[in-house]
């Protein structure tokens, strides 16, 4: 059997006790305890407020830091590199103030100091900017959202979260072929356990378009396959960074190897749209 992903269903007020099971489910507390230090990445794209669909709920940070804290998980720090500035959301939505609740420090990426880190056979990015509270920590705790893109990535989930790692001022070179530039990035800087926050998902763009209540979460420790399986619940198929993802090795990709456990895909997934989808550079569009 391959990968498990877990998918369930939960109302926006439900966040916190969904991300609390799904990681118990996991058995996260096994996989993240040995770790001498874990960050848990937010996704915030832009100062938006989470009902929508573009950044994490607070909640499912809270029912991340309640599940650490009961297990005797300590040794937390929360951080986001956003297009925004990110430490106005941690004021205005409450980050700041559920992380100083458990007593963990909250980072803004984009503000951190970087280090140069080479990249192991590269396909086209030889190296990286790399936050350096990234590079202190040995394991990440991913919490992206569900959202499409409205370049070549499609979709933005697990995998593409990992950009805020990045040093903001070398951010923006991600987005010329990213499909490649994922790829190197990934050796260097991987998620160790997902837990995406699909309460609310986003079509038509990830800032410029429009919330979605799905009302699903999802978690794995295969980013590839976590990816995957998001990518069908938004009726997004073959998406060429999860592809070549598989292709790497990072992952399954193939839902047919996938054990998807809770909820169906077919009983949540939904038709999402993207703008601006060039069909001469990328093909035709993704879909089911």
């Not at 503000?111 to 190296?127: G, I, M, Q, S």
């Not at 979709?155 to 070179?173: A, D």
């Not at 999802?218 to 990816?227: E, F, I, K, N, R």
Request: aromatic share 4%; hydrophobic share 45%; proline share 5%.
């Amino acid at each position: 059997m391959g990968p498990v992903v877990w998918l369930v269903k939960a109302t926006e007020a439900e966040g916190r006790e969904a991300t609390i099971r799904l990681m118990e489910e996991l058995d996260a507390a096994a996989i993240l305890r040995p770790k001498s230090r874990i960050m848990i990445k937010l996704n915030i794209t832009a100062n938006l407020p989470p009902e929508s669909g573009v950044i994490t709920f607070p909640s499912v940070l809270d029912g991340a830091l309640a599940y650490l804290a009961d297990h005797g998980i300590r040794n937390v720090i929360v951080a986001e590199g956003g297009g925004d500035d990110v430490s106005v959301a941690f004021e205005r939505f409450g980050y700041r103030e559920v992380a100083a609740r458990y007593g963990v420090p909250i980072v803004d990426l984009n503000r951190d100091e970087a280090e140069w880190v080479e990249v192991p056979n590269p396909l086209v990015v030889p190296r990286f900017s790399i936050t350096k509270t990234v590079r202190s920590c040995d394991a990440i705790l991913n919490l992206p959202c569900l959202k499409v893109h409205n370049a070549d990535a499609v979709v933005t989930i697990c995998m593409k979260n990992m950009m805020g790692c990045i040093e903001r001022c070398r951010r923006g070179e991600m987005h010329k072929g990213i499909t490649q530039r994922l790829m190197d990035l990934l050796k260097i800087v991987r998620p160790t356990v997902n837990v995406v926050d699909g309460l609310v998902g986003r079509t038509w763009g990830e800032i410029h378009g429009e919330p979605v209540g799905m009302g699903v979460m999802l978690a794995g420790t295969d980013m590839v396959a976590v990816d995957a399986v998001g990518a069908a619940t938004m009726d997004m198929l073959n998406v060429p960074h999860i592809e070549l993802a598989a292709k790497h090795g990072y992952g399954v990709s193939d839902l047919s190897h996938i054990e998807v456990r809770g909820e169906p895909i077919g009983a949540v997934r939904r038709h999402f749209r993207r703008r601006g989808w060039n069909a001469a550079t990328w093909g035709a569009e993704p879909k089911a």
